[in-house]
């Protein structure tokens, strides 16, 4: 059995979509580890999840799905995410509205970054893209002067919405406030046939009251504007479950949503729109790490964590494990001498492998306690922001790929049924 292809760059949208040779596809990460005995990091995709995923969440979204290409580019997860459903595309540069244009010919691309360049209006309008986010109104004048003399353009105001209710949030970047986005609509209701209005709860917004309020908000704008729309936009931020934290169903979301926009009364031809990330994600990729080191506390007793020195951290695939965040991931030993891990559990905290002290993750991770140098782990939920985060900072940049049909560490209640697998 050949070895999963190695050194590949850490940014997928720098790499020419042809050059993705499609990996081997085993039947679990167990047998991967036993074949390859992996020494760099290996990223262990699983294509029936994400294409379950995106099933599911296009199924049942009442309106368009777009997938947030940010949270992870990787070819192999865009044509599962395409096979699953997904036709279009939330892009946030022109690197990755190349990288989906040369995938999908065909896919309806929209750029919904509100603050771009130029040279990236000017490109991703020559490469078929037609609606483009903004939040003030020197980024109108930027998109007109760009597109000149188009006049078949999508204009998307994006909205600051009330803070609350999200892991990450993300109002303080983004979003015009109220007033300001009245006048803003009203400016491109006359400069373009196609208008709407968009936000963004935060990211693993556990609070589904966040999309009410947001879209309260817009209903206020649309007030104020006194002029009709073509797209409710309701955005990303939908979470995933992860150890410890198990989200509200998506169903209770959608139902916030749906009663949300049943009261904005839009006109019938009106669109809804969703740019999920995360939720698409998250659960198709994990990363199997080898462990370099084990130091036990002086004087231990089994309860304080003793540390794992392993090849992947925060400069890799688990950023959001780091200081910052601090989350935690579902792990799952895997013995280097294949004996069965039996030791009972006990806490234990990850270091990774540059010089850098900031490279160090918390947790606890709960392993068995007879973890040993050269034992492998695989950390789960890693699809979202994981390898798309990676860098090549002292010179870790190396990484193993693989596709594999067992079903992933955790499942997030409400979006996949349990114990799926492939086909
Ligand atoms: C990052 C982002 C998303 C995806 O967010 P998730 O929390 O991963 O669902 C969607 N839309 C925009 C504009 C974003 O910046």
């Known amino acids: 059995m050949s070895k999963p292809p190695r050194h590949r760059p850490p940014a997928p949208v720098r790499r020419a979509a042809g050059g993705y ?24 995709l699983r294509p029936h999840t994400f294409r379950a995923n995106a099933r599911r969440f296009t199924g049942r979204f009442p309106g368009d799905v777009l997938y947030a290409v940010k949270c992870n580019p990787e070819p192999a997860v865009l044509r599962a995410l395409w096979a699953g459903g997904i ?21 309806d691309i929209h750029f919904m970054h509100p603050v771009k360049s130029r040279e990236a209006i000017r490109e ?3 490469l078929g893209v037609r609606d483009f986010a903004l939040d003030g109104g020197d980024e109108l004048e930027k998109i007109l002067a760009e597109t000149r003399p188009a006049h078949d353009l999508g204009l998307m105001v994006r909205l600051a919405p009330p803070r609350g209710g ?10 015009a406030p109220l007033a300001e986005a009245a006048a803003l609509l009203r400016l491109c209701r006359a400069a373009a046939p196609r208008v709407g209005l968009c936000f963004h709860v935060g990211s693993q917004c556990l609070d589904p009251a966040a999309y009410g309020r947001a879209l309260a908000l817009a209903g206020r704008v649309i007030a104020e504007a006194g002029v009709p729309i073509d797209v409710m936009d309701v955005g990303g931020g939908f979470p995933v479950s992860y150890p410890d934290e198990v989200p509200p ?19 019938g031809h009106c669109r809804l729109w969703s740019e999920p990330g995360r939720a698409l994600v998250a659960p198709g990729q994990s990363v199997v790490v080898q462990v370099l080191a084990r130091r036990d506390p002086a004087g231990e ?3 304080r964590p003793a540390a794992l020195y392993i090849n992947d951290g925060v400069y890799g695939a688990l950023s959001d494990a780091g200081t910052a965040l601090g989350w935690r991931f579902p792990v799952q030993l895997i013995p280097a001498d294949g004996r069965a891990p039996e030791a ?8 990774g492998p540059t010089c850098d002290s900031a490279d160090r993750m918390r947790g606890p991770f709960q392993l068995p306690g007879d973890v040993a140098e050269g034992d492998w782990i695989e950390i789960g939920q890693l699809g979202a922001y994981g390898s798309a985060l990676r860098t090549a900072f002292n010179g870790f940049d190396q990484a193993a790929w693989s596709e594999v049909r067992d079903p992933p560490l955790l499942e997030t209640p409400g979006y996949l049924a349990k114990g799926s697998r492939a086909a």
């Open 21 to 44: 040779a499609r990996a081997a596809v085993l039947p679990s990460v167990a047998e991967v580890v036993a074949t390859a005995h992996p020494g760099v990091p290996l990223h262990c």
């Open 87 to 107: 036709r279009h595309f939330d892009a946030a540069s022109a690197g990755e509205v190349r990288l989906v244009r040369q995938l999908f010919p065909k896919a």
């Open 124 to 126: 991703a309008y020559a």
């Open 166 to 175: 999200a892991v990450y949030d993300l109002s303080g970047k983004f979003g």
């Open 249 to 267: 169903p998506l169903d209770d979301y959608l139902a916030v949503i749906a009663d949300g926009v049943a009261r904005l009364g839009l006109p």
């Open 301 to 303: 007793d089994g309860t």
């Open 344 to 351: 009972p559990p006990r806490p234990f905290e990850f270091f």
